[in-house]
């Protein structure tokens, strides 16, 4: 080493790299330290020896840096205080505003009665270490790994996932708040390891159980026990107990009487993977393994505080927060939060009341038993911003406890044919002779026709009532709602096509029966009603899709919690939504079409009926250029769930979409845009598609209709009626026409401005000819015969007559 300045010596350099021997300086002539010669040399260090210096101070200061962590993490321990666990422990409630700030109820009560280890079953127990922390009585206050793990998913801002023993999961219930943060896992880890060191672990088992948030608003595993099975924690066998360490994990996802088909499916998973946790840890005999079922599980009873529509306005912005990854459900349970919500409180008693006034003043269970089994579900969207601006979810949540307004189990039926048209425009879509799809274009209204351009089992839908209307056009096909040339025309588009674009107008992927089969444009798949909403509002907002969203805002304890931002992508072009919207207006405005009802609100309305197999639903989805609302009647049995036919309900032979839901429809939309200006929707490029030039022509004199719009009769050369409105029985095959029979009198709560039907065009006989007056915009050489067909790919779902 050479000297320096001073001339002492360097000091060593901390480092793993070899050591290079450097060259001695000498001294001057007659300097100190000799006699003016050199000094002699050090014996040379050679190979190993050569790095004994610099390990030896690389040893020094690791030991003394970890010296300064034991003293630091000991520091911690004696500095951080254990809090009063009672205080921390204690839920506080939640308050929900709607829009304008006044509240909507407050929520937080705590369902919570403490017991001691006795008095919860040995099975109950195992099933929680098997579920959470199978070594926790051999172990210390902390996994190391899963510590490692959380800290750097908190660090990347993805939470606390995983590896946390029984005892900080404990202390985090216990003692600390949700809020996710490096500095509460170090608490965290520093209380626990007190904890740990203070209380045996039969308390810290007993803690956790009895803090633990099981769903349900139940905290602890007694309250749980009494919520899902209506019995004491003592009494719980290896099921119920696996079952109850099975929501732990996900508390509401893994309801199962609440749960969507995917939820159920993964609580089983899960429930089996408990069990197994127990036979492998020697705590549950394989034999008895083998011999346990899925224990029968009681419906959820809902807070009395939640009456009314509160709780399902609560429950859907729940679903938002938590599906959105804002607020996970324990966090939500252990309250101080205060949540505005985007319902406009004036709208949403307005809706209220119209599903009151057009359809419950209509029932009489008592004397219809069938009227027992309908329930209503609406949505009513703002189509510029996705603000949900008023929802019904049923008739009480604490009577009925599943959202009619979210729900995905009741197929959409022809509501989904607006879809159809959307995606065969947006692809410009060809008929099977190679013409382009337009509004204009003929297609085969045969009931029962197979359809052209498919492979494998032939797919031959019938129309409603299993009329036939010959030639007509994609317009009236619209209008009338006729199955056989959506079925036509889905295959023209291609069936994937259609499939992505309901997704892309904001059809979740995982909606289920989205399928790309025969059978999609009619409706197969099961969408919610806000589902729906979301899909016609893009088609309102010019193809610009926004997926609905409830809440405003989120404050807890005087800090904002972060909401996810409002995407807007434009999921189809301007024009083609324009032109769909065009095309939806004939539904209402021709005397013939399903959605006539909807005329009476005496604004621009573009929208689509639908009624589904054995009309188990129906559907009305409209819309002007301000609000988007859908509303759907679903048949129900009250006693087990199952899905009915609403046939009968309200004393009516026959249910369709354009019956109770577009009344509905009306009269909340009336009071909904009371004293707004009115406005028109856009018009396509190509012009406005809905005139009356495309309708066949009406008889000059046709039969007489009773005035309360039920249909004309036809001449004996067609079929006997035009397409309906519901207003008569609906066969299997499930569409949104009426039949040749009507009530005598309209429903007495039919508003007394509700228009009287005009009479409605004959539709065209099966024949050959082209409509009366062919479209001047008619490609020039298209087939008077439009596209008929054979043999169409059937596939999952394609049995389905769903649609109108």
Known sequence: MSRNAQGGRRTPSISLRPVKRLKRSTGPAGGSGGSGGR?????????????????????????????????????????????????????????????????????????????????????AQHAALAAEDRNFYNEGAINVQGLARAAVNTAKGQGTQGGSTITQQYVKNTYLNQKQ?????????????????????????????????????????????????????????????????TLLNAPSAYDVATATAAGKQNAVNRWNYVLDGMVKEGWLP?????????????????????????????????????????????????????????????????????????????????????????????????????AVVALYGGVDYVKHYVDN??????????????????????????TQEGRTVTPRTVYDGTSGRKVRGGKGTPYAPPNEGDKSYG????????????????????????????????????????????????????????????????????LDNGGKQITPWLVQSVDRE????????????????????????????????????????????GRPVAGKTGTTDDQKSVWFVGYTPELVTSVALFGQDPGNGSQVSLSGVG??????????????????????????????????????????????????????????????????TGPTTAPGDGSGSTPSGGTDGGATTAPTAPPTSQPTTQPTRPPRPTPKPTQTTQPTAPPTTQPTGQPTGGTGGTDALAGAGASSRSGG
């Open 558 to 601: 005087g800090e904002n919690v972060a909401l996810p931002a409002h995407k807007t992508t434009q999921a189809i072009s301007e024009d083609t939504a324009n032109q769909v919207t065009s095309m939806l207006q004939g539904v209402v405005s021709d005397p013939g079409g399903t959605g006539w009802r909807a005329k009476g609100l």
């Open 651 to 716: 004393g009516i032979d026959g249910a369709a979409g354009g019956q109770f839901p577009a009344q509905i429809w009306t009269s909340y939309m009336k009071a909904a845009l009371k004293g707004q200006p009115v406005s028109d929707f856009a018009t396509p490029a190509g012009g406005d598609s809905s005139g009356a030039t495309d309708l066949p022509t009406a008889p000059s004199t046709p039969s007489s209709a009773p005035s309360t719009g039920a249909p004309s009769g036809a001449p004996s």
């Open 286 to 386: 394989a034999d008895e393994r083998a011999r346990t079922a899925f224990p029968d599980v009681r419906d959820p009873q809902p807070n009395p505080g939640l009456s009314g529509q509160a709780g399902y306005l609560v429950d859907a912005a729940t679903q938002y927060l938590t599906s959105s990854g804002v607020i996970n459900e324990t966090e939500l349970a252990k309250g101080g939060y205060t949540i505005k919500l985007s319902i406009d409180p004036a709208r949403q008693q307005a809706l209220q009341d119209s599903v009151q006034s057009q359809l419950h003043d209509s029932l009489n269970p008592d004397k219809r038993k069938k009227d027992a089994a309908a329930q209503a579900g609406a949505a009513s969207v703002d189509p510029k911003t996705g």
């Open 471 to 538: 030639q007509i056009t994609l317009q009236q096909a619209t209008d009338w709602s006729v199955n056989s040339a959506f079925a036509q025309l889905a295959q023209d588009t291609g069936l994937q096509k259609v499939k992505d674009t309901a997704v892309a107008l904001g059809l979740p992927g995982s909606t289920p029966g989205l399928d790309p089969v025969p059978s999609i444009p009619l409706g197969a798949a099961t969408p919610s009603v806000l589902d729906m909403a979301g899909v016609y509002a893009t």
């Open 39 to 123: 000094k002699p040399r050090r014996p040379k260090r050679t190979g190993w020896r050569r790095l004994i210096p610099t390990w030896r101070m690389t040893l020094l200061g690791f030991g003394s840096a970890l010296l300064l962590g034991i003293g630091l993490f000991a520091l911690g321990i004696a500095l951080v205080k254990v809090p009063d666990a009672h205080a921390a422990a204690t839920a506080q409630s939640n308050t929900w505003l709607y829009a304008d700030g006044s509240v909507l109820t407050r929520t937080g009560q705590t369902n919570r009665q403490n017991v001691s280890l006795d008095k919860v079953s040995p099975a």
């Open 181 to 245: 943060s490096v500095t509460r896992k170090v608490k965290e880890l520093f209380i626990a390891i007190k904890v740990d060191a203070t209380e045996s672990k039969n308390d810290i088992l007993s803690g956790y159980l009895n803090t633990s948030y099981y769903g349900r608003g139940a905290y602890g595993i007694q309250a749980a026990s009494q919520a899902y099975f209506g019995i004491d924690a003592s009494a719980l066998d290896p099921a119920q107990g696996a079952y109850l360490a």
């Open 405 to 430: 307004a979210t729900r995905r189990d009741y197929q959409a039926g022809s509501t989904f044919k607006a879809i159809a048209l959307a995606a065969a425009f947006e692809n410009n879509a060809k």
